[in-house]
């Protein structure tokens, strides 16, 4: 726990990423993690994985955008990820974060940019997942959210099991009929906030995908994404919705870039969706330090790979 909080702390200090960014070793580390630099770079693997059968989500890393004229490029560059994706057939969503396309500046310039994106991803008939940040974050997120769904059915958010308030969102989400990622959350928070204990967030999620499953069940249509690399969550999720008799279309396990991908094969073959969410930009440090932080066996990774050189 010490070790997460330190590194989690590490992932808001941009020097260290700066001056990590001037080591090549680093660079090759974390393209494990992110797929390169380029828009060209994630689609790549993103046609790879569809051709091993899973499906793609692509961000464009960056958060806590400073100024407007930032906010609009970062919105069209998710509007041009739209139009690749779909000029070359790929199955593939982008998946943004509010803090990149303005929040920090205002609701309004924000919300104008996540409708850009929204309208395109309706034009090509393409899912757009907003992600979620800090809990600072997440009364504004979730507002959003519930303000665009109507107009854009095909707009998803992400929950955390971590956070406390999370039953309360789930609860609202189900009445919004929503498509939702269920995730730990990789974010520092006070413990009057998150549940400071793993076991805590993991009891948490196991009863959120619960409900989760139980609301789809109920007809209101709700698309639960169960967002994790926990064998014992991933197999939570299956047993419960086949108990619920929620056939495998009707969710999806989502997986990160680098993490796991020993478990996509056997995922594949039970028939589940598999999501891979895949990463680029040049502001990778801080996603880069979440996912140290995320699993201790990525910081043997890299340790090891550090001893190497």
């Not at 990590?20 to 393209?31: H, I, N």
């Not at 999501?275 to 330090?289: A, H, I, K, Q, S």
Request: hydrophobic share 45%; glycine share 6%.
């Amino acid at each position: 726990m010490l070790l997460k909080t330190a590194l989690l702390a590490l992932s808001e200090r941009r020097t260290v990423g700066e001056a990590m960014a001037r080591l090549g070793l680093t660079r090759r580390l974390v393209r494990r993690f992110v797929a390169g630099t380029t828009a060209e770079d994630a689609l790549a693997v993103i046609a790879r994985l569809n051709g091993e059968g899973l499906a793609g989500a692509v961000t464009y890393l960056g958060e806590h955008v400073a100024s407007e004229p930032a906010a609009l490029a970062a919105t069209q560059e998710y509007v041009r990820l739209l139009d690749m994706i779909h000029a070359r057939n790929l199955d593939g969503v982008p998946s943004l974060k509010l803090t990149q396309l303005g929040l920090d500046l205002s609701p309004e310039i924000c919300r104008a940019n996540v409708v850009r994106v929204a309208e395109r991803g309706s034009a090509v008939g393409r899912r757009v997942w907003i992600d979620m940040e800090g809990s600072a974050y997440t009364d504004r997120t979730l507002a959003l959210y519930a303000e665009l769904r109507p107009r854009f059915p095909l707009l998803a958010c992400v929950v955390q099991s971590a956070l406390r308030r999370t039953p309360l969102d789930v609860e609202r989400l189900i009445e919004l009929g929503a498509t939702v990622r269920l995730c730990k959350g990789a974010y520092r928070e006070p413990p009057s906030v998150a549940y400071p204990d793993k076991a805590d967030v993991d009891r948490a999620y196991g009863r959120l995908a619960t409900r989760l499953l139980a609301a789809q069940a109920e007809g209101r249509h709700v698309y639960p994404a169960f967002a994790t690399h926990d064998e014992r969550m991933q197999a939570l999720a299956r047993t419960r919705a086949e108990a619920r008799a929620v056939e495998p279309s009707g969710y999806e396990i989502q997986m990160l870039l680098g993490i796991r991908p020993d478990l996509h094969a056997r995922l594949r073959s039970e028939g589940l969706t598999v999501r891979v969410l895949v990463p680029y930009g040049e502001d990778w440090y801080g996603y880069f330090m979440r996912r140290l932080a995320e699993r201790p066996a990525n910081l043997v990774f890299l340790a090891r790979n550090l001893a190497r050189h």
